[in-house]
């Protein structure tokens, strides 16, 4: 009865969900009483490392490492019928929430998506999810023996441990995709927005494309994710993969910068969980100001600049 974790793999190197998720799955494990068996599928993976984050043993499923969630859900029901686990973790990520659900289905297990935290296990098995974007928690009692739990990425820390994990290729048929993949166009050299620790972001008091420099000088300097609120992308000011909120990504970077954003409630469903936001905005009744935890009043195409100039001495 073992935890088993899904790790995401990223141009051929774990992501930081993959650390959180084997970090999780640890002191979930620690709690029952068993063990984590982290899996991950790709070629040439060395996975010896995920013992650092309390992985007891690694699974490689040596086959693409294209996502496809029809075959991945199978693979990784196989495993979890051959291992014996009954709790499977995952990253609440693009992956998770496509692969999941599906997994959920094929083992007749309890689902929880969104989980924010670990479980209680005195009174049952209850989990905390962050619902109605981010505004309030739910707890859920998972009913079934087995369960799959997809958590929420940046909502639990990376915690290291001395231990070794055995690392084994499985020799499993892995199954065939239902779809494939011919090519994927990547967006290369920039900070990943959801795995960024600083995100700059941009509103439409940039006014237009053409300001977009300032944002990325900034990020530049900062070493940041850029990110924009939902009329930019919709504008084309910048591609719809940046744009954060309610109806666009979840994250929560340790900086959140806003630049000329007022603030909406939609825009905060996305940002709000991050640790400190800076808000800069020239209308001092601007929203975005009752949830930062420093703001600055001011013109962005002033601020801006200096700021750039500014932070270059710290870095
Ligand atoms: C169902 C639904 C879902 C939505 N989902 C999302 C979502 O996921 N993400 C999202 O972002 N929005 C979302 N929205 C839209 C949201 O309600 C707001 O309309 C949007 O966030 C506003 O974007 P903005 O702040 O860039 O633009 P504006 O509201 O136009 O605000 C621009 C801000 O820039 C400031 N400003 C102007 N000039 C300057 C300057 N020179 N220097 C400094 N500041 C300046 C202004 O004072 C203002 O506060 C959603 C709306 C709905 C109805």
Not at 32 to 61: H, N, P
Request: glycine share 10%; hydrophobic share 45%.
């Amino acid at each position: 009865m073992s935890v088993l974790v899904f790790v995401e793999m990223g141009d051929g190197a774990f992501k930081k969900t993959a650390f959180e998720a084997v970090s999780y799955s640890r002191e979930l494990a620690d709690m029952l009483g068993t063990q984590v068996v982290a899996v991950a599928i790709g070629k040439g993976i060395d996975g010896s490392e995920l013992g650092k984050y309390g992985a007891q043993k690694v699974r490689i499923l040596p086959c693409s490492d294209s996502f496809t969630a029809d075959a991945h859900g199978r693979m990784l029901h196989n495993l979890v019928h051959e291992s014996g686990a009954s709790i499977v973790v995952i990253s609440n990520t693009y992956t998770g929430k496509s692969l999941a659900p599906r997994l959920a289905q094929l083992m007749d297990a309890s689902l929880a998506s969104n989980v924010v935290s670990l479980p209680t296990i005195s009174g049952g098995f209850v989990v905390k999810r962050s619902v109605f974007s981010g505004k309030a928690f739910a707890y859920v009692h998972l009913l079934k023996d087995k369960k799959v739990i997809a958590i929420t990425p940046n909502s639990f820390d990376i915690k290291y441990h001395d231990g070794i994990a055995t690392v084994e290729e499985s020799t499993m048929n892995t199954e065939i995709s239902k779809t494939t993949i011919d090519s994927v166009n990547k967006v290369s050299g920039k900070i990943v927005l959801t795995e960024a620790e600083v995100v700059v972001s941009g509103g439409r008091g940039l006014k237009g494309p053409e300001n977009w420099h300032l944002i990325e000088d900034l990020a530049a300097v900062l070493g940041a994710a850029t990110a924009c609120s939902k009329p930019v992308s919709d504008m084309g000011w910048r591609p719809h993969s940046e744009h954060v909120g309610q109806t666009g990504i979840t994250i929560k970077p340790n900086l959140y910068i806003a630049v000329g954003i007022s603030g909406a409630i939609q825009h905060l469903a996305g940002v709000s969980a991050s640790k400190v936001i800076v808000a800069i905005n020239k209308d001092p009744e601007a929203p975005f100001f009752r949830a930062a935890d420093y703001g600055i009043v001011g013109d962005a195409f002033e601020i801006l600049p200096q700021l750039i100039e500014a932070s270059k001495k710290y870095t």
